[in-house]
Nanobody, 125 residues
Framework: QVQLVESGGGLVQPGGSLRLSCAAS????????IGWFRQAPGKEREGVSC????????YYADSVKGRFTISRDNAKNTVYLQMNSLKPEDTAVYYC??????????????????WGKGILVTISS
């Protein structure tokens, strides 16, 4: 059974850090484009950061550049999102996704094959 399961979310004060993890099962993440998306209440889902499966190219939304870092550990079949200097506006449900034919080129592709169920990140004092 193919699954992406996010972990590492929670409540953090502004300025704090979190590392989200996304463990894949039922398939191998090698060569898949991977991405993190988020959806805040009343807003559309947006691509936060994506990493190509072919050439290693990355995309970061302007709102997170310099603060967030996406990475993958193929040996652990896991994707990470390191989030630093968190702001209240980062509050959202975060989703990881993977797509074999998805192309990361100046944006996060939404045509991913697999999506996690999401995990809540709340930034508040």
């Amino acid at each position: 059974q193919v699954q992406l399961v996010e972990s590492g979310g929670g409540l953090v004060q502004p300025g704090g850090s979190l590392r989200l993890s996304c463990a894949a099962s039922g398939f191998t993440l090698d060569y898949y484009a991977i991405g993190w998306f988020r959806q805040a209440p009343g807003k559309e889902r947006e691509g936060v950061s994506c990493l190509s499966g072919s050439d290693g190219s990355t995309y970061y939304a302007d709102s997170v550049k310099g603060r967030f870092t996406i990475s993958r550990d193929n040996a652990k079949n896991t994707v990470y999102l390191q989030m630093n200097s968190l702001k209240p506006e980062d509050t959202a449900v975060y989703y990881c996704a993977a797509g074999f034919w998805s192309v990361v080129a100046g944006h996060c592709p939404y045509d991913m094959d697999y999506w996690g169920k999401g995990i809540l990140v709340t930034i508040s004092s």
